[in-house]
């Protein structure tokens, strides 16, 4: 899956409550697609970088 940086609309982190080890990222885009993405290598790192990412790209209008 390719999200341009321009169609990110929110980053949110998320984890099993009975595994907290298993965590996800949520990306919502601008039109409204939702995509979930688990088994990262570095979770934190991947957070990290897509939360600067949308925090360049400006706040989301509609």
Request: proline share 5%; no cysteine; glycine share 4%.
């Amino acid at each position: 899956v390719i999200v341009l940086h321009e169609r990110l609309a929110t980053v949110t982190p998320s984890s099993n409550r009975l595994n907290p080890t298993e965590k996800y990222i949520q990306i919502t885009t601008r039109d409204g697609h939702e995509f979930w993405f688990m088994g990262f290598v570095s979770y934190d790192k991947a957070l990290h970088s897509l939360t600067e990412i949308l925090q360049r790209s400006g706040p989301f209008r509609t």
